[in-house]
């Protein structure tokens, strides 16, 4: 039986190669001399730092600017709230998607569903397992998953014969 996986995972190389020269940008740009102005990367969190608000904004242009250089798909960040440090300081908390939720995943489910193609789709942990007696129909369903979900960044693979 032919089977495919629908999954949501970044590339984490380039997610830390965008962030390192996000943050090397920062560092030599003119209108974040003297400022608090900061990006850093722990454990699939990105946190922005800055003087006020307007700084986290141009901050994230430069992270948003070097992970479309990189060809990450800024879907994958899950913006936080803006905090308040001490002073007049700001931190903001960018989250990177891993995996899909189990919402997603049944709305998947129930897209599959829905279309009336012969496939049957399972979840598994946080992957989509999508499985179909012809190659065609399983084409047929990635083709209406990147129609439909446009709010994630899904890939394919695993593609079985």
Do not use: Y
């Amino acid at each position: 039986m032919p089977t495919f996986d629908t999954v949501c995972e970044p590339n984490l190389v380039e997610v830390k190669n965008a962030v390192d020269t996000s943050a090397k940008e920062i560092g030599t740009r003119f209108d974040f001399k003297g400022t608090s102005a900061a990006i850093e990367l722990k454990d699939k969190e990105i946190t922005l730092f800055g003087d006020a608000d307007f700084q986290l904004t141009q901050v994230e242009d430069v992270l948003h600017n070097k992970m479309a250089k990189r060809g990450v798909d800024i879907r994958f960040l899950d913006k936080g709230d803006v905090q308040k440090m001490g002073g007049d300081k700001v931190k903001q908390v960018i989250k990177v998607r891993n995996g899909i939720s189990t919402e997603d995943a049944k709305k998947i489910q129930r897209i599959i569903k829905d279309s009336k193609i012969k496939v049957q789709a399972s979840i598994q942990g946080d992957a989509v397992r999508v499985t179909g007696t012809k190659r065609d129909d399983l084409q047929a369903v990635m083709a209406l998953l990147r129609k439909d979900i446009t709010d994630l960044p899904i890939s394919f693979d695993n593609f079985r014969d």
